[in-house]
């Protein structure tokens, strides 16, 4: 279950739930999205066919390379969220100067790093550990985008990373998370959120993964989702980085959501050469399919990323991590007084590529 899709509530504004509340004027994220492009209206021509039973991607499509996020340009297309948490995370989320300033937000080695304080001990009546959230300034209706990471962070008791798209009216445009997991997870899960009625089952390619939470992605009002877990090794935090890295690719089309996943030894030729052929890749880890009107669902998204600490989905299960409970008690005086214990949490990205 993942608690993620609060934080458009109340940085998007959204008054579609008795929990939205606008940012007041003058507040942090005020406006935040009023000024942001068109989206990016990825209307591709890959589609699900076949007699029905057993659909399939459509291999004459090609792809076409929209936009490229890397160490060459992330600071101009991205935009740094200096908001109070929307997640109630023991969090403080910097804004772009103090975030370079505090070495948290850089570029090195033409690769993007976005970390968190890891040195210094903090109050736990303040607002948290400094860290940063960002959101792409394109947004998308449709594409596939394929996320190429170094290192993302580690498994760490108390921390709650996300890679992951997000919609202007939540939950009524939808959510995507790609990568995300609390604590000490070790396997990767990838949800979707949206209003009530979208129940995608599993594609007839079968997926990696196996269903948790509900079977409509708008269960609790969207706040619950629908999940896929992974079952792959090394699909997430700790030994995803010891693996040497990874690539996300996500397909997002009318007819279904999918991820994969692969090591990055395994990516597949298509990918590296920028000619991505998701007809020829092997079974996805999630391959949400049917049951939804993605198109209604889903739209409008952005690009986000972020790392928080206890808050809605991982302060409400640190009990059930042990190792974690039996450090310390409290998720929040755990984050509060072990800064060394987040020397790994960090992103390191190579790129991000979407494509229509």
């Known amino acids: 279950m993942s608690f993620r899709s609060l934080a458009s509530l109340l940085v998007l504004g959204a008054t579609s739930s008795a929990r939205a509340a606008p940012s007041p004027a003058g507040a942090p994220g005020d406006g935040l999205y009023l000024s942001q492009p068109e989206p990016v209206q990825v209307v591709h021509p890959q589609t699900f066919q076949g007699n029905g039973s057993n659909p399939r991607i459509d291999s004459a499509a090609s792809y076409r390379l929209v936009d490229t996020y890397d160490a060459s340009n992330w600071f101009s297309k991205f935009t740094v969220e200096n908001i109070a948490d929307p997640t109630h995370g023991f969090v403080n989320y910097l804004n772009q100067a103090d975030a370079q300033r505090l070495g948290l937000y850089k570029t090195q080695n033409n690769q993007v790093y976005i970390g968190v304080d890891n040195t210094n001990v903090i109050s736990t009546s303040g607002p948290g550990r400094n860290s940063v959230r960002i959101h792409s300034n394109p947004s998308y209706n449709h594409g596939l985008i394929i996320g190429d990471f170094a290192h993302i962070p580690g498994s760490q008791c108390g921390s709650w990373p996300a890679f992951w798209m997000l ?118 880890q999630a391959n949400f399919y049917g049951g939804c009107n993605f198109d209604s669902y ?39 007084r072990q800064p060394q214990n987040f020397r790994e949490s960090y992103w390191l990205v190579n790129s991000v590529k979407v494509y229509a």
């Not at 790609?178 to 390619?205: F, K, R, Y």
Request: charge should be negative.
């Open 167 to 284: 919609g202007p009216n939540w939950p009524n445009s939808g959510e995507i998370d790609i990568i995300e997991g609390v604590h000490t997870d070790s396997s990767n899960q990838m949800t979707l959120h949206s209003a009530p009625g979208c129940s995608p089952g599993v594609g007839p390619a079968g997926e990696n993964g196996y269903r948790v939470a509900n079977s409509d992605c708008g269960a609790g009002s969207g706040y619950n989702g629908c999940g896929v877990k992974s079952t792959q090794a090394n699909t997430y935090g700790t030994s995803f980085n010891a693996n040497g890295g990874g690539v996300y690719a996500t397909l997002w089309t009318s007819s279904a959501i999918q991820v994969w996943y692969w090591a990055q030894r395994d990516v597949p030729s298509d990918v590296r050469n920028g000619n991505p052929n998701p007809a020829s890749w092997p079974k996805p």
């Open 298 to 336: 889903f739209k409008n998204l952005q690009i986000i990323f972020d790392i928080t600490f206890c808050g809605d989905w991982a302060g409400n299960v640190w009990s059930q991590y042990t190792s974690c409970y039996n450090s310390d008690t409290s998720c929040t005086s755990y984050v509060a």
